[in-house]
């Protein structure tokens, strides 16, 4: 995975790029805003590539292209300035930049830009290569015991999570529905200097809002109708300890304020109190959403954006990782063959060819499910394609050739026929889809309204 490196003095500009280029999956990022430690952060440091702004105080981007050329720096850079000049422009090339980006800068030109200029690196043989990761270079492996990979890439994410879980400021966590999200913030928690104290998980999505505010603040006696007696709330829960939100992008905007609050002050009221609380928190939040998009359709605050998101974790796929698949089909065959006493020794060839070849849109959650419901059918001792799950089976295209001529889907026609065809094999039992699909009910129904599934 390649490692770049973006030095602005704007943190928004910093946590706009370090958020788009976490979500390709394909690159390490690090951001520093004072450009007086760029110099000490480039000489402890090897990166692929630097994002670098001209305009800064104290030292200016021409000072560190100066610096990478004067100490021979193998470092290709890019850089992105608010200024249009052609002579600082010209000044920055003829220093050894790659490209030169004003800003507001197109994000699909900055992409393909990042890939010529890694190319071009590679073809060169510039870098040195990193070697392989391991559990064994870990400092807490214990805590992401839970987790079950061998792909280099997570292994490299093992790696940043340490080293962000030990300060104590908010982490968001970005990914798929499925990809191992809440697993990543108990291994942030167990790290943490919180790990004695509670670790609270909350799925935003599963709550109407109205609800959620009296679940997450709590509510005095009398608060509502049926507030029979106080209730202590997921914020108390966890005080001292580590709040996880799963699907933080389905907050409503009159809860995100309340929540804001809470991270700026440390504060918050029960829902019928006048009293205000202190708590000591630190949360963690994940999301599915493309909350830089929900940002401009005015549906997420910007504030409370920036205070989630001081560091960020992007989780790959499944289909990303595919060398996981037999590994994580062992696992689970052997977890549901004990709890539902079977002796299941092995999975067939021609059904873990269709599990290595099948996109999972679910992910790791669709295929725990899987393999989860092939146990429970099977009665043999070894696990055949006869009892995958129905849908599994028509969806998959597992050692089919595509005919020419054969129709393309694109991604949401292909998602719209999934959910059509699990609809359909739970005879509408929407809690049952949303299970095999790895998604929450209430995401599976915004899908159902969005393609048009149901009258």
Same mark, same amino acid.
């Given at each position: 995975?390649?490692?770049?490196?973006?030095?602005?003095?704007?943190?928004?500009?910093?946590?706009?790029?370090?958020?788009?280029?976490?979500?390709?999956?394909?690159?390490?990022?690090?951001?520093?805003?004072?450009?007086?430690?760029?110099?000490?952060?480039?000489?402890?440091?090897?990166?692929?590539?630097?994002?670098?702004?001209?305009?800064?105080?104290?030292?200016?981007?021409?000072?560190?292209?100066?610096?990478?050329?004067?100490?021979?720096?193998?470092?290709?850079?890019?850089?992105?300035?608010?200024?249009?000049?052609?002579?600082?422009?010209?000044?920055?090339?003829?220093?050894?930049?790659?490209?030169?980006?004003?800003?507001?800068?197109?994000?699909?030109?900055?992409?393909?830009?990042?890939?010529?200029?890694?190319?071009?690196?590679?073809?060169?043989?510039?870098?040195?290569?990193?070697?392989?990761?391991?559990?064994?270079?870990?400092?807490?492996?214990? !805590?992401?015991?839970?987790?079950?990979?061998?792909?280099?890439?997570?292994?490299?994410?093992?790696?940043?999570?340490?080293?962000?879980?030990?300060?104590?400021?908010?982490?968001?966590?970005?990914?798929?529905?499925?990809?191992?999200?809440?697993?990543?913030?108990?291994?942030?928690?167990?790290?943490?200097?919180?790990?004695?104290?509670?670790?609270?998980?909350?799925?935003?999505?599963?709550?109407?809002?109205?609800?959620?505010?009296?679940?997450?603040?709590?509510?005095?006696?009398?608060?509502?109708?049926?507030?029979?007696?106080?209730?202590?709330?997921?914020?108390?829960?966890?005080?001292?300890?580590?709040?996880?939100?799963?699907?933080?992008?389905?907050?409503?905007?009159?809860?995100?304020?309340?929540?804001?609050?809470?991270?700026?002050?440390?504060?918050?009221?029960?829902?019928?109190?006048?009293?205000?609380?202190?708590?000591?928190?630190?949360?963690?939040?994940?999301?599915?959403?493309?909350?830089?998009?929900?940002?401009?359709?005015?549906?997420?605050?910007?504030?409370?954006?920036?205070?989630?998101?001081?560091?960020?974790?992007?989780?790959?796929?499944?289909?990303?990782?595919?060398?996981?698949?037999?590994?994580?089909?062992?696992?689970?065959?052997?977890?549901?063959?004990?709890?539902?006493?079977?002796?299941?020794?092995?999975?067939?060839?021609?059904?873990?060819?269709?599990?290595?070849?099948?996109?999972?849109?679910?992910?790791?959650?669709?295929?725990?499910?899987?393999?989860?419901?092939?146990?429970?059918?099977?009665?043999?001792?070894?696990?055949?394609?006869?009892?995958?799950?129905?849908?599994?089976?028509?969806?998959?295209?597992?050692?089919?050739?595509?005919?020419?001529?054969?129709?393309?889907?694109?991604?949401?026609?292909?998602?719209?026929?999934?959910?059509?065809?699990?609809?359909?094999?739970?005879?509408?039992?929407?809690?049952? !889809?949303?299970?095999?699909?790895?998604?929450?009910?209430?995401?599976?129904?915004?899908?159902?309204?969005?393609?048009?599934?149901?009258?």
């Amino acid at each position: 995975m390649k490692k770049i490196l973006a030095i602005d003095d704007d943190q928004a500009v910093l946590n706009y790029l370090n958020i788009m280029l976490l979500q390709t999956g394909a690159y390490k990022v690090a951001t520093l805003a004072n450009s007086a430690r760029a110099f000490q952060e480039l000489k402890a440091n090897d990166y692929d590539l630097l994002l670098l702004d001209m305009d800064m105080p104290e030292v200016s981007g021409l000072d560190i292209l100066r610096f990478i050329r004067e100490k021979s720096i193998d470092i290709e850079t890019i850089v992105l300035t608010g200024v249009e000049d052609v002579e600082l422009a010209v000044a920055a090339m003829k220093l050894g930049a790659f490209d030169y980006l004003t800003k507001p800068v197109d994000n699909d030109q900055l992409l393909k830009i990042i890939t010529a200029v890694l190319e071009s690196r590679r073809e060169r043989g510039g870098g040195v290569p990193e070697p392989a990761p391991t559990r064994d270079g870990l400092a807490f492996p214990e !805590a992401f015991q839970e987790i079950i990979t061998q792909d280099p890439d997570m292994l490299r994410i093992f790696q940043m999570v340490e080293k962000m879980a030990q300060p104590d400021h908010s982490i968001l966590i970005w990914g798929e529905s499925g990809t191992g999200k809440e697993l990543i913030a108990k291994a942030i928690h167990r790290i943490s200097r919180r790990r004695s104290e509670h670790f609270v998980a909350v799925n935003a999505g599963v709550f109407a809002n109205e609800l959620f505010a009296s679940e997450f603040f709590g509510h005095d006696k009398g608060a509502f109708t049926g507030a029979g007696a106080a209730k202590k709330g997921f914020l108390e829960e966890a005080d001292r300890g580590t709040l996880f939100l799963d699907e933080i992008g389905e907050l409503a905007l009159p809860i995100q304020v309340k929540l804001l609050r809470v991270l700026q002050e440390g504060e918050f009221f029960r829902l019928g109190s006048t009293k205000n609380q202190k708590v000591d928190v630190r949360i963690i939040a994940a999301t599915n959403k493309d909350l830089l998009s929900e940002m401009k359709k005015g549906n997420f605050r910007k504030d409370l954006f920036y205070r989630l998101n001081m560091s960020s974790v992007y989780l790959p796929p499944l289909r990303e990782r595919k060398g996981d698949i037999p590994l994580l089909c062992r696992h689970f065959l052997a977890k549901y063959c004990e709890q539902n006493q079977k002796a299941i020794q092995r999975i067939s060839e021609p059904a873990m060819r269709l599990l290595n070849q099948y996109d999972f849109p679910g992910n790791v959650r669709e295929l725990m499910n899987i393999i989860n419901s092939a146990v429970i059918i099977e009665t043999g001792g070894e696990l055949l394609k006869k009892s995958l799950p129905h849908y599994f089976l028509e969806n998959s295209r597992a050692g089919e050739a595509v005919l020419p001529g054969t129709p393309l889907q694109s991604l949401s026609e292909m998602e719209k026929e999934q959910i059509r065809r699990v609809l359909a094999q739970t005879k509408g039992n929407k809690s049952q !889809a949303a299970k095999i699909l790895g998604i929450s009910r209430v995401n599976l129904l915004a899908k159902i309204k969005k393609y048009q599934l149901q009258a």
